[in-house]
C-alpha cells in the first residue's frame, strides 16, 4: 500500500524512482487501476506537487533529463492539467464561489443515499470499494476518480458539489481548482454539454478484472449549468524590492527555494497552519509536512523558525520584529481557501506596522494567462513554456 512521508526527501526520492518509467512505459499502463498494492504504473507525485513540496517545473525537469518531450508527453501533459485547472480558476473566482454556496446549501439539506455513498455502503461493489480506499489512504487512481464521480452523478443520483468536497477532503493531493473543475467536467458542466459517463466494461478492464462489470447507469444527460463568466486577466504581481524579509510557508507552497525573488535576503521562516477543511489524516499530513518544511528551509538559510500554526497578526509582526525586519514574503495562494486568507492576513499586519509581499512563481506567470478556453489549447503552448524555462 502506498504511504506518503510528509518531508521533502520523500519527494524527491519518489521523484527519483518515477523518473525512469515516465516515457513509453508511463503512456501505456497509466490508466490501469491495479489497487492500492500496486502503483508502479503511475507517479504517485500528486500528494507532493499539490503542496509544493516538488514543483511542477522540478518535475518536468527532472523527467526530461531521461526522455525526450515526445516521449514523456503523455507525463508532462498530466502534470499540466494540474496547473491549467489553476489558471482557469484563477480567471474565474466566481465559479468557486458559486461551489462554495452549493455546497452550503446541499450540506443543510437531508439528502437519501448520501450516508450509504459516503460510507461505501451502496451496494456497487468498486464504488464502495473506492469510498473505503479513499478514507484509508487519502489518494485514489486518477482513472478511479473519474468512475467514481460518475457513478456518485450519474447512477446515485447525488449533488456533485458533496461528492467534490468528500474528495477535497480525503484526498491528500486535493487540490481547490482540479478537484472543482474535475467533477464538474464529469458532470458535463465544465466542457458545457460535453460529460463522462463510466463504462461498466472499461472499469472491469481497466482494473484488471478485480472488479466485475457493474450495474451502472451507463447513458445520461449532461447536468444543466450556465455559460462560464468571462475570464478576468491574470494580476500582475511586482516583484518585492531587495531587503530582508521573513518567509511565510502556506500549505499551498512548501518549498520555495528555487523560485525567490532576486535580492531577497530572509531573516526568519514561519508557517502558519492548515486552512483547507479536511479529514484528521490529511490535516496530519499537511502539518507534518509544513512542519518538516520550515525546519529544512530555516537550516538551507540558517536563520530562526517561528510555529507553524499562528495565523494571529500580532504574533507574527512581533515575531518579525523581533528578527528585524517589517517585512514579510510569501508564495502567492491560487484561487481556494489560503488565498483569502493571507489577503485577510496581509491587511492585520499592516495595521502593527508590517508589509506583506507577494511572488508568483516563473511557472505560473508563463502558464496560467493561456488556462483561459480548454486544456487542448492550452496544451499548445506547454512546448513554448518548456522553452522559456530552458527545462529541455
Known amino acids: 500500500m502506498t504511504a506518503f512521508e510528509p518531508t521533502r526527501a520523500a519527494a524527491v526520492a519518489a521523484l527519483e524512482r518515477f523518473v525512469p518509467r515516465a516515457g513509453q512505459h508511463y503512456a501505456e499502463q497509466r490508466n490501469f487501476d491495479f489497487g492500492p498494492e500496486r502503483r508502479d504504473n503511475i507517479s504517485v507525485l500528486s500528494p507532493y ?41 484563477q480567471q474565474r473566482p466566481a465559479v468557486w464561489q458559486q461551489y462554495l454556496a452549493d455546497l452550503e446549501h446541499q450540506n443543510s439539506r437531508k439528502i437519501y443515499g448520501l450516508d450509504a455513498a459516503l460510507g461505501g455502503e451502496t451496494g456497487i461493489e468498486c464504488f464502495d470499494h473506492w469510498a473505503r480506499e479513499l478514507r484509508t489512504t487519502g489518494y485514489l487512481h486518477n482513472h478511479a476518480r473519474m468512475w467514481f464521480a460518475s457513478i456518485w452523478i450519474f ?3 447525488l449533488p456533485w458539489q458533496l461528492g467534490a468536497d468528500f474528495f477535497l477532503q480525503h484526498l491528500l493531493d486535493g487540490d481547490p481548482a482540479s478537484n472543482t473543475l474535475s467533477w464538474r467536467w464529469v458532470g458535463g458542466l465544465q466542457t458545457i454539454g460535453k460529460h463522462y459517463v463510466a463504462s461498466a466494461d472499461n472499469i472491469e478492464r481497466y482494473t484488471a478484472g478485480r472488479f466485475a462489470r457493474p450495474d ?18 491574470v494580476a500582475t504581481i511586482s516583484a518585492p524590492p531587495p531587503r530582508r524579509y521573513v518567509l511565510i510557508l502556506t500549505e499551498e507552497d512548501m518549498y520555495p527555494l528555487d523560485t525567490l525573488p532576486k535580492g531577497v535576503e530572509i531573516a526568519g521562516v514561519g508557517a502558519v497552519g492548515v486552512v483547507q477543511p479536511c479529514a484528521p489524516n490529511v490535516a496530519a499530513f499537511k502539518q507534518a509536512a509544513l512542519q518538516n518544511a520550515a525546519s529544512d528551509v530555516s537550516a538551507h538559510f540558517g536563520v530562526a523558525v517561528v510555529s507553524t500554526e499562528s495565523w494571529n497578526a500580532q504574533s507574527l509582526a512581533d515575531w518579525a520584529k523581533e528578527c528585524g525586519v517589517t517585512d514579510m514574503l510569501t508564495a502567492e495562494a491560487p484561487a481556494g481557501f489560503v488565498a483569502p486568507k493571507l489577503a485577510q ?14 511572488f508568483r512563481r516563473k511557472w505560473d506567470d508563463l502558464s496560467w494567462p493561456h488556462a483561459r478556453k480548454g486544456f487542448f489549447a492550452f496544451k499548445e503552448k506547454i512546448p513554448t513554456i518548456i522553452r522559456e524555462l530552458n527545462l529541455a
Open 49 to 89: 506537487i499539490r503542496h509544493r513540496i516538488i514543483s511542477e517545473q522540478e518535475v518536468v525537469a527532472a523527467v526530461l533529463t531521461a526522455h525526450s518531450p515526445a516521449a514523456a508527453e503523455k507525463f508532462i501533459q498530466e502534470v499540466c492539467w494540474r496547473t491549467y485547472w489553476k489558471g482557469w480558476l
Open 155 to 157: 447512477t446515485l443520483r
Open 216 to 233: 451502472i447507469a451507463q447513458h445520461a444527460e449532461p447536468l444543466l449549468g450556465v455559460d462560464h463568466p468571462h475570464p478576468v486577466a
Open 345 to 358: 492576513l496581509m491587511q492585520d499586519l499592516a495595521r502593527h506596522g508590517v508589509k506583506l509581499h507577494f
